[in-house]
Structures are given as C-alpha cells and as structure tokens.
C-alpha cells in the first residue's frame, strides 16, 4: 500500500460500512460500455480495522491482486471528477480461492471474496469534498448517501438483492457471483437502474469507489483480483 493504513474500531467501521457483501440488479448489460473512463487504483487509501488483521492488497495502475487471510479491511479512492455522472460500469474479476458460502445480509459472519462499493452522494456534497479522497466511514455514515455493493461471494443467487446490515437502509448489495472459484468474468452493471431499484429514487453523485475482501469470521482464504474497471 501506498498510505498509510487508517486505524479504527470494528465496531466503529461496521456501524458505518455495512455489509460488505453484494446481489445485482443491472447486470444483464453484455455490450461493452463505450466512452469508458478508465479509473486507475495507485494512491487508493486502506482502510484497516482494530484488532483484525488487515486482507493484502497489491494495487497496480489498473488491476488489484489480494490475499484475505482470516482478515478484513477496504481500500478505496475518489472518482475523478469528469466521471462522477456516470451510469454504468465494467470490469474484469476472478477468483481462485474462496471462503465458504456465508449470509451476506446477517450482521457478522459474512465473509466474501469480493465486494465492490459505489458511494452516491448529493451534488453539493460531492462539489465540496472536490478531488480530495474524503474519509469512507464519513460517506458510509452520511443520511442522504447510498451505496450498491457488488459482490461474488456469499450463499444467495446471482440477482439477489440484499439490505445491508449495518447501512441502515442506506445500502444494497447485490450478488453477481455466488461463492466459489472463477476464471476471469465480465461484468457491466446499470448503476442507474440499479439504484433506482434498489433505493427507489435516482442515482446522485458517484464519489467514491472501494474494494474488500474479508475471511476474518470464517477463519478462510480469499485470493482474488480485480482489473480494468472503468466507468461510462
């Protein structure tokens, strides 16, 4: 990691993060999204819990490579301004080691191999915090933001749609891929009719994007990676 990691309480982190877990709504878009910007991960921040060890990130200037063992933690950066209206996004991900099939809408014990976040936020919101990378438990915590979490890991089928349980109704996950092993997948998801759906209301800002992979409840082993994510 480029940064210095950003110590908290679990407690503290999961009463703002919520569920780091996933179900998908618009992910049945299969042509490749045009007009793409590119959204690199050098200089992302980490984001590292109290008494847990922290999953290890390798962040290249278009891919992720990580290990979970028995750990837990997020890292994540801002979206550049120019792409902040976007309403869809793709990437590439794969898996070839996983923890367990777990319940990624109970409160603990929902470990996954990988859960992508799009933070939304209100346009005066976003237009404040400008370029600056704000703090992630700040977004999490926000009343008016939302996030759709994106996921491959836990017990549900792909489509589900799950309530976080820790974002107070501010957070959705939705599942692209159960739990299990996979070479590389494409994914293109509807941020905008998956927001709406999932919250009943129009997208906002997008401010933030961040990444985990946790296996401290299980006890497991994630490898995984992530690459050419971009957004239109």
Do not use: C
């Not at 063992?69 to 209206?85: D, E, H, I, L, M």
């Not at 489509?159 to 159960?178: A, K």
């Amino acid at each position: 990691m480029q940064n210095a990691p950003r110590i908290l309480s679990r407690r503290t982190v999961l009463a703002a993060i919520a569920g780091i877990g996933g179900a998908s709504l618009g992910f049945g878009l299969s042509s490749p999204v045009s007009a793409a910007t590119p959204i690199g991960f050098s200089g992302w921040q980490s984001w590292t819990f109290r008494g847990i060890d922290p999953t290890a990130y390798s962040l290249g200037s278009s891919s992720i490579s990580l290990t979970a063992n028995g750990s837990s933690s997020v890292v994540y950066g801002v979206v550049p301004t120019n792409a902040r209206v976007a309403t869809q996004a793709s990437w590439q991900w794969r898996v070839d080691q996983s923890v367990v099939p777990t319940s990624l809408a109970s409160r603990g014990g929902d470990d996954r191999a990988l859960a992508l976040y799009f933070v939304f936020v209100d346009a005066n919101t976003a237009a404040r915090f400008g370029d600056r990378t704000p703090s992630l438990q700040r977004l999490l915590g926000m009343r008016g933001g939302r996030t759709l979490i994106y996921v491959w890991g836990g017990n549900a089928q792909r489509g589900s749609i799950l309530d976080s349980p820790y974002l107070r109704g501010r957070g959705r996950t939705i599942v692209l891929q159960p739990a299990g092993t996979g070479d590389w997948t494409n994914e293109t998801v509807d941020l905008a009719g998956d927001h709406q759906r999932a919250f009943g209301r129009a997208k906002e800002t997008l401010l933030a994007i961040g990444l985990s992979s946790d296996s401290d409840d299980t006890n497991g082993v994630n490898q995984a990676a992530l690459r050419s994510l971009s957004l239109a």
